[in-house]
């Protein structure tokens, strides 16, 4: 589920969240706790050969899965799907299996909770075509295949200005508006308006299944 930005008048003391943090390592993930971080970002890309394979399979043939599970089973969930959508078993679609599986571990360590919604979808629309923030504590994104998350923030008029993109096999976590702590969330997104371009995203979303709201207040 996902909301618009809310409109809010920015008092004195109020601490807002509105970085995007970037790195070329894994470890930028750990900082979303971090003061003033909205949004980390490990810059990345996948095996030549892998992408070039997402990028050669029929819209179609995509695979496709939603599913609450625990981050311990989504690698072989992503094997069931690839599986469902008629995709043979090779080294390409292990690659492709594991790298899902190892985000959902250490988006699971983060967020101390091994549970999670794993949506993983072609996409050849304008879907979430507004920039918003999701109503959750936090959410990760990975684009596979077709062009990635765009980010954005609101000026003092409402209006929204571009401030960065996700490229291709880029993971981020974002914080949602019920992120623990004091600080208001303020970076926006939304998905690449794709619409009659052609393009074929393949989209991978991570949730926590919300654990209560005595246990979000410890992620820091």
Same mark, same amino acid.
């Given at each position: ?11 004195? =003391? ?9 790195? =070329? ?11 003033? #971080? ?15 394979? *997402? ?8 695979? #496709? *899965? ?13 094997? @069931? @799907?690839? =599986?469902?959508?008629?995709?043979? #078993? ?6 492709? &299996?594991?790298?899902?599986? #190892? ?23 304008? &879907? ?28 003092? =008029? ?10 291709? @096999? ?38 926590? @299944? ?11």
């Amino acid at each position: 589920m996902t909301q618009t930005a809310p409109s809010q008048t920015r008092g004195p =003391d109020i601490a807002e969240a509105r970085g995007i943090l970037e790195s =070329d390592s894994a470890a930028v993930l750990q900082r979303i706790t971090q003061p003033g #971080a909205a949004a980390v970002l490990w810059r990345r890309s996948l095996p030549d050969a892998l992408a070039e394979w *997402l990028n050669d399979i029929p819209a179609g043939q995509l695979p #496709a *899965l939603r599913a609450l599970v625990d981050c311990r089973a989504v690698e072989g969930c992503i094997h @069931a @799907a690839c =599986d469902l959508s008629g995709l043979p #078993a090779g080294t390409m679609r292990d690659l492709l &299996a594991s790298d899902i599986g #190892a985000l959902a571990l250490i988006f699971a360590r983060i967020m101390r909770n091994p549970l999670m919604h794993i949506r993983l979808e072609a996409v050849t629309t304008d &879907a979430c075509r507004r920039f918003h923030i999701d109503r959750m504590s936090a959410r990760l994104l990975c684009t596979y295949r077709g062009p990635g998350t765009q980010f954005g923030t609101g000026d003092a =008029d409402g209006q929204v200005l571009r401030t960065g993109e996700m490229r291709s @096999a880029d993971a981020a976590i974002l914080r949602g508006s019920s992120w623990p702590g004091d600080e208001i969330t303020r970076l926006l997104h939304r998905s690449p308006p794709i619409a009659g371009s052609g393009d074929v995203r393949l989209l991978l979303v991570l949730d926590p @299944a919300e654990p209560p709201a005595d246990r979000r207040r410890r992620l820091h």
